[in-house]
């Protein structure tokens, strides 16, 4: 059990367009999700925490208009990231947290979102 | 300083070798205290949490927690080519509701 999805895996597009990435939790409902960005060879960083239903908290230093995230079902977060730019380029994982009773901590990643601004 | 610091590596230790990981950790609030191992282009996967100061074992692996030193630990027993991996260690404050991640270790078991 707690599986989460990402779709795409890998994708490449052009610099200025606007790419979408989805994130599943496809057996349990997800109240809380969160998205991180991994540069090569470096650790997770914190982006976004998103509650369904609300709008998401963004960390320190990450711009909420070039990364915007909905959290529009129990089930389902997006990310897109806006007029990308070839400094955009990282591996985006998703987070999803079990719903309220379960450890705090716990949180159950997915595989991961590779995008390469060209 | 970063609240969470974990040498990048890469350790490469031999097949059946016991691989020796840590963290130390700046903020005493921290409660929670996780290691993760993630694989090549793979999202973490949850190996062992603990809460308080002490040791837990859970197969080939154990956990260790000094709070007094802000200082975390991963025992891996009888290596296999397969924990080939990196492994992050992360820490949580309930008042905070996130994971803190330290930069993870590359770590390589040889046959």
């Known amino acids: 059990g707690a599986v989460v999805s990402q779709h795409p895996s890998w994708v490449i597009c052009k610099s200025g367009t606007s790419v979408k990435i989805e994130c599943r939790s496809l057996?349990?409902?997800?109240?809380?999700m969160f998205w991180y960005r991994q540069f090569p060879k470096q650790s997770l960083m914190l982006m976004a925490t998103?509650?369904?239903?609300?709008?998401?908290?963004?960390e320190q230093g990450v711009e909420k208009d070039k990364f915007l995230i909905n959290h529009a079902s129990l089930t389902l977060s997006t990310l897109t990231v806006t007029s990308a730019h070839p400094e955009d380029s990282s591996f985006y994982i998703c987070?999803?947290?079990?719903?309220?009773?379960?450890?705090?901590?716990?949180?159950?990643f997915g595989p991961g979102t590779r995008l390469t601004v060209t | 300083q970063k609240e969470v610091e974990q040498d990048p590596g890469p350790l490469s230790v031999p097949e059946g070798a016991i691989v020796s990981l840590n963290c130390t950790y700046s903020?005493?609030?921290?409660?929670?205290f996780m290691w993760y191992r993630q694989y090549s282009r793979k999202g973490p996967e949850l190996l062992m949490y603990t809460y308080s100061s002490g040791n837990k074992e859970d197969g080939r692996f154990t956990a260790q927690v000094d709070k007094s030193s802000k200082y975390i630990s991963l025992f891996i027993r009888d290596s296999q080519p397969s924990d080939s991996a990196t492994y992050l260690c992360?820490?949580?404050?309930?008042?905070?509701?996130?994971?803190?991640f330290g930069g993870g270790t590359r770590v390589l078991v040889k046959p």
């Open positions: 992360a820490v949580f404050k309930a008042a905070g509701n996130k994971l803190t």
């Open positions: 998103s509650n369904e239903g609300s709008k998401a908290t963004y």
């Open positions: 057996d349990f409902q997800a109240t809380t």
């Open positions: 987070s999803a947290a079990l719903p309220a009773g379960g450890p705090p901590y716990e949180q159950y």
């Open positions: 903020n005493s609030a921290f409660q929670y």
